[in-house]
């Protein structure tokens, strides 16, 4: 019993260490503020931070305790089309943040075009994803 009681707790501690250190790391290189600029929603900042809260604890239920949200298909499609605008929107800010499509760019001696470059991954990530999941692989 003791055993069980002194595991919990240090799960708990680690689990608090790992949040922590994500979070310091998305305020350490400003992705919540430049997230809220890219979308001229600077002054809604706060709205952004809630929003990221309120997506992590609804997370940590549905894969810690096994939650079930009774939605049926059309749910699942609205959530997974949800979950896939956050990652990616989260993945572009800190690309954006690291400035790594220029610095690409310029290492390739590419000009023009980076824009239909940055839309034909998008759409290669999503057609990807698409056959994924209709094949339920």
């Known amino acids: 019993m003791a055993g069980t009681v002194v595991m919990g707790i240090a799960s708990f501690g680690g689990g608090v260490l790992v949040a922590a250190g994500v979070v310091a790391l998305l305020v ?13 929603m600077a002054k809604h900042n706060e709205l952004y931070e809630t929003a990221v809260l309120c997506g992590a604890v609804f997370g940590n239920l549905l894969t810690v305790y096994g939650m079930r949200v009774p939605a049926g298909r059309p749910g699942l499609a609205v959530m997974g089309l949800f979950a896939g605008i956050y990652v990616g929107g989260w993945i572009m800010a800190l690309a954006e943040v690291i400035r790594i499509f220029p610095i690409y760019a310029r290492r390739i001696g590419l000009t023009k075009g980076i824009s ?19 094949m339920r692989w």
């Open 116 to 134: 239909l470059i940055v839309i034909a991954i998008a759409l290669g990530k999503i057609t990807g994803s698409l056959i994924h999941f209709y």
């Open 28 to 40: 350490g290189l400003g992705i919540i503020t430049r997230f809220a600029g890219i979308a001229h």
